[in-house]
């Protein structure tokens, strides 16, 4: 036992004894640059250490201004910035692009639609978040594309052919989305939050400010989304009621009625070609179809 404890003893000493030989020659290497370096530095004389200050204040006095901080003033008095502001300013509008998404296209009515029917078929993980994402993706592509195709022939080839200004581009690709979302904005909606803003003097659809448009719309998707989903969800409701009872008649009170259900309600949906009416259904709502 004796033997041992020496043995850990003189173990522990030794780490310690290495340890503190390894610190001490950090400590003496970083002590042997600082004073390599402050012999290299001061051995120039005075006179040659302030011409290279000197010198060194007038390479940067004569590097060029940034161009990004160019502001050109037209004669009708608009401003115009450098194409890096331009640059700027478009990579920092490319973090608003997923709100932009949900809130001003079709997008947010189709993902709502198609998590009420996974709810309904009472499925948890099939299918997957990234599926319905992605089908949402595309089925709002194929809606969005009439107005994608008038920001491109009106805003943006005039602008990448330099026939029109920043400002009036963004102006063009404004008034499509403008066109969409008044068409699917309810009344009612529009009517609450313009007396919310308490916004006067509009007597055309063009006059209504996207402030008030883009939160009117956004109610107004939601409520049609769950108008959709209420119906979808009426049939299958109707299929776990049935099995519900069945199994209540028969005593199994301890079987869950959705793995009963479950395969009924997959058949029924896939019988009546669910998906393809689903998508239909959701293109038509918005007039694609027509």
Not at 5 to 24: E, Q
Not at 123 to 136: A, Y
Not at 193 to 208: H, Q
């Amino acid at each position: 036992m004796n033997i041992v404890c020496k043995c850990h003893s003189f173990f522990i000493k030794t780490v310690f004894i290495k340890r503190s030989l390894i610190n001490v020659s950090c400590l003496a290497l970083f002590f042997f640059f600082i004073v390599f370096f402050s012999q290299t530095i001061f051995a120039q004389g005075p006179a040659e250490s302030t011409q290279n200050t000197a010198s060194a204040l007038e390479n940067i006095q004569k590097l060029p201004s940034l161009s990004a901080l160019k502001v050109t003033t037209g004669t009708d008095g608009s401003q115009e910035y450098s194409v890096s502001i331009q640059i700027l300013a478009i990579m920092t509008a490319l973090s608003f692009i997923p709100a932009i998404l949900l809130m001003t296209t079709s997008f947010t009515r189709i993902i709502i639609v198609f998590a009420i029917l996974r709810q309904a078929l009472g499925l948890q993980q099939s299918p997957s978040n990234q599926i319905l994402i992605g089908m949402t993706l595309f089925l709002t592509l194929f809606i969005m594309a009439p107005v994608f195709e008038r920001v491109n022939e009106q805003a943006l080839q005039p602008y990448v052919n330099e026939e029109i200004s920043s400002k009036e581009a963004i102006e063009r690709t404004i008034k499509p989305f403008h066109a969409f979302m008044m068409a699917q904005t309810r009344e009612s909606d529009l009517k609450l939050f313009m007396d919310i803003s308490d916004t006067n003097g509009i007597n055309t659809a063009e006059d209504v400010p996207m402030v008030v448009l883009i939160p009117s719309f956004i109610t107004s998707e939601l409520k049609t989304a769950f108008q959709i989903g209420f119906i979808i969800f009426i049939p299958f409701l109707v299929i776990d009621i049935v099995v519900a009872s069945v199994l209540m008649a028969m005593g199994m009170m301890m079987l869950s009625p959705l793995i009963i259900s479950l395969p009924f309600k997959i058949m029924l949906f896939v019988l009546v070609d669910g998906w393809a009416m689903l998508m239909g259904t959701l293109a038509a709502s918005y007039g694609v179809l027509q």
